[in-house]
């Protein structure tokens, strides 16, 4: 009998973390990955560039929980240290050790086989600081960004609204600038200046408003009985802190109470009106959303439709019809035809006609003058 012995393999990298230059408040993520059998385990070390620091393990949640560890283990090993909140003492060396040494965690025993080391270094810089401004004149709005003392060659300049670039360049200035047509309240939001240095530096510009409340359709109609649905957003910048409703601008309509649900999520609200009532709803109701520089509102007007209404068009084509049918009935019924069909009685006059012309071509030339008449046959 034969025992299979798996193939004891030293653990070895297949992927090592890659040195990376930061700012002061940015974050930086480190990526390793080990192979072996067993599958070997992965740590993360330290040394900082202070002369007297050695290396020390990092663990998650270290550095007053800024320190976050990833790690799983799964036919290979894999390993993703992610420190947020840089600040200058998070400048030095980082070390990944994988090892599948049984021994590798012995308190007395030294592992026969060493750790294996791949080594990152993280250079954090102090972030320059970043001067930005906006202006509107003449029906426009102009954002500018001055960076101050930058600590390297700048090569060129980027806008960007979220995920949208809106602007970019190749210039070396330290002052960038961005227009835009029409007024702060249909282009509020937040915007991002870059500076495309080593590593990028990135200023932002926050035009607030207050809120510029529309209603998703300005007149909404329901059948009675059925469930009415008002809704209302906030397309402008800063969010909506708080939203309320009220009905033909004097009832505030609380939440819950009789037929009335409210749902509001961040720039959006949502009154909803269960069981319809024609001569109770019926009316203008006003969403009104507050943030902190002030209030906004609109009007949604609701007409309520007896169950009825919705039968009207269909009555009105059937009656169309009935019509229509009753005209071509009695049209058909008195019209009288111009021919005869085959089989029927000609009228009189038409046999007489007929005679008359089969006589005089059955009747030679001198019986029509026989009677002592002036004619010619």
């Known amino acids: 009998h034969f025992a299979l012995i798996p193939l004891q393999l030293v653990a070895g990298f297949i992927k090592s973390p890659l040195s990376q230059k930061r700012l002061t408040q940015d974050s930086v993520e480190l ?15 330290f040394e900082g560039n202070e002369p007297n620091e050695t290396y020390a393990q990092l663990w998650d949640g270290a550095r007053q929980d800024r320190v976050k560890i990833n790690a799983t283990y799964n036919l290979h090993s894999t390993s993703t240290i992610y420190i947020a909140n840089l600040t200058g003492d998070d400048s030095g ?30 250079f954090v810089i102090e972030r320059p600081d970043i001067q930005t ?16 003392e930058p600590h390297s060659a700048i090569d060129g300049h980027e806008w960007k609204y979220g995920d949208k670039i809106l602007q970019t360049d190749t210039e070396s200035s330290s002052v960038t600038t961005y227009e835009i047509e029409g007024k702060k309240e249909e282009h509020s939001g937040i915007y991002q200046c870059i500076f495309k240095t080593s590593p990028e530096i990135k200023g932002e510009i926050n035009i607030s408003v207050v809120p510029q409340v ?11 009985g059925d469930t009415g649905v008002l809704t209302c ?31 509001s999520s961040g720039n959006k609200t949502e009154l ?12 203008d109701y006003q969403c009104i959303a507050i943030n902190v520089f002030g209030t906004g509102e609109a009007t949604v007007n609701l007409r309520v439709r007896s169950r009825l209404a919705a039968l009207w068009p269909f009555l009105g084509i059937v009656a169309e019809v009935l ?33 008359a012309r089969e006589m005089l071509t059955k009747q030679g030339p001198g019986e029509c003058c026989s009677q002592g008449q002036s004619c010619s046959c």
């Open 133 to 148: 401004q906006f202006t509107s004149t003449h029906g426009k709005l102009v954002l500018s960004c001055n960076l101050t």
């Open 31 to 45: 990526y390793c990955e080990a192979i072996g059998n067993p599958i070997p385990e992965i740590q993360w070390w």
């Open 214 to 224: 529309v209603a998703y359709k300005k007149s909404e109609h329901g059948n009675e």
């Open 233 to 263: 957003k906030n397309p402008s910048f800063p969010p909506v802190s708080s939203w309320t409703w009220s009905r033909n601008g004097e009832q505030s309509i609380i939440n819950g109470s009789g037929r009335y649900i409210i749902k």
């Open 323 to 355: 019509v229509l049918v009753t005209i071509i009935f009695i049209y058909e019924k008195r019209r009288k035809p111009d021919e005869v069909l085959d089989g029927k009685a000609m009228p009189q006059t038409t046999r007489t006609r007929m005679s």
């Open 272 to 283: 909803r009106i269960l069981k319809l009532n024609i001569e109770e709803d019926t009316g």
């Open 93 to 122: 060396t980082y070390e990944c050790r994988a090892s599948n040494d049984p021994d590798r965690n012995h308190l007395s025993k030294s592992p026969k086989v060493k750790w294996i080391r791949s080594q990152a270094n993280v």
